[in-house]
Structure formats: C-alpha cells, structure tokens
C-alpha cells in the first residue's frame, strides 16, 4: 500500500541559499523517516526493537552558513528515559548494522578502526547524544566550522551508550551536503 511506502521513505529538501527563509543557513538538507525492522528495506532501521520501536521517527536537519555547519537532530517514539548516543558515520545504513562504517571525521585518524581520544570526541566528529523525554522525543544539535567532504558523511546512528561509542541500535540514512564554501 502506498502509505506503507511513505512511512518508509525519507523526504529530503536542498535549499538554495537564495531560498532559504529568514534566519536558516545559506543552504540546508532535511531528512525525516520511520524506523522499519531490519527485514523491511527503509532507510530508518531499528536494530534494537525495545530502544527503537517500529514506526518511531527521526529527523535531521543539516544547515551550512558563514559560522559552520549545524547537524540537528530529532526523535519521536523511543524508549522514555534512555540516554542515546547518536552520530554521523560515513555511509549509508544497511541491514547489518556495520554497513554505516566508522564515525565521520573531521580530520580521519589514519589508524581505524578509530579509537585515539585525539579523533575521538566532539570537536572532531558530529555527536548528537540526547536523553529521551518521558514521552519518547528527544533532540540534539552540534555546530562544526567545518563541512562535510563529499560523499563522506552519509547517516546518523543511534548507540546504546553516550559518548564514542556503544553498540548500535539504530540507523538513518541522510543525504548529507558537503560545505560548498568550506
């Protein structure tokens, strides 16, 4: 049925900066989706069905202006309470929750699997931790003066702890611009 199909899909918006509304970034992509099982091709994928339920929602918003680039993140229908890890990682999702590879890095820590606290940390990456609120949502933003490189950034996923790492319990693919003027 159609409706299953759009739950699944995730729209995305590029705005010329010429287009932009009054206060949003020279250009900005949007991304929103619902978490599917595994089993259901969809570009939101839960791993962990008790943390990330089947039909919770995401978005990310990627903005870019002359300060940087800001990542915002947001959720609706997880687990109350939960203290999530969340970042942007280099590819897209897949069924195995792998396929996203490492965290997207600013400056790459030549040695991966990335594990040195010098690559490893807030300034160098994107991390969007959040806890989620008594009604499942939550939210996170971080703001880089840098940009992504192209075709280097292509999800978020959602850990089990905060921080750098934890296992993953869900994914989202996003169509992440790189800085035109970075």
Same mark, same amino acid.
């Given at each position: 049925?159609?409706?299953?199909?759009?739950?699944?899909?995730?729209?995305?918006?590029?705005?010329?900066?010429?287009?932009?509304? +009054?206060?949003? %970034?020279?250009?900005?992509?949007?991304?929103?989706?619902?978490?599917?099982?595994?089993?259901?091709?969809?570009?939101?994928?839960?791993?962990?069905?008790?943390?990330?339920? +089947?039909?919770?929602?995401?978005?990310?918003?990627?903005?870019?202006?002359?300060? %940087?680039?800001?990542?915002?993140?947001?959720?609706?229908?997880?687990?109350?309470?939960?203290?999530?890890?969340?970042?942007?990682?280099?590819?897209?999702?897949?069924?195995?929750?792998?396929?996203?590879?490492?965290?997207?890095?600013?400056?790459?820590?030549?040695?991966?699997?990335?594990?040195?606290?010098?690559?490893?940390?807030?300034?160098?990456?994107?991390?969007? =931790?959040?806890?989620?609120?008594? =009604? %499942?949502?939550?939210?996170?933003?971080?703001?880089?003066?840098?940009?992504?490189? +192209?075709?280097?950034?292509?999800?978020?996923?959602?850990?089990?702890?905060?921080?750098?790492?934890? =296992?993953?319990?869900?994914?989202?693919?996003?169509?992440?611009?790189?800085?035109?003027?970075?």
């Amino acid at each position: 049925m159609v409706a299953g199909i759009l739950t699944a899909a995730v729209t995305a918006a590029v705005l010329a900066a010429s287009g932009a509304a +009054p206060g949003e %970034g020279a250009d900005c992509v949007r991304a929103e989706g619902r978490f599917t099982p595994t089993k259901t091709p969809s570009p939101a994928l839960t791993y962990d069905r008790n943390l990330v339920p +089947p039909g919770a929602r995401i978005e990310v918003t990627q903005r870019h202006d002359k300060g %940087g680039t800001r990542v915002t993140l947001r959720v609706r229908g997880v687990k109350p309470g939960f203290a999530f890890g969340a970042h942007v990682h280099r590819k897209s999702c897949g069924v195995d929750p792998a396929a996203a590879g490492g965290h997207y890095q600013h400056r790459p820590d030549p040695v991966q699997p990335s594990k040195n606290p010098a690559y490893v940390n807030p300034d160098n990456e994107v991390w969007l =931790d959040f806890t989620a609120q008594p =009604d %499942g949502s939550g939210k996170a933003s971080a703001v880089h003066p840098w940009g992504f490189r +192209p075709g280097e950034a292509g999800a978020v996923v959602l850990h089990r702890e905060q921080g750098g790492a934890g =296992d993953r319990v869900a994914c989202f693919t996003v169509p992440f611009e790189p800085r035109a003027h970075s």
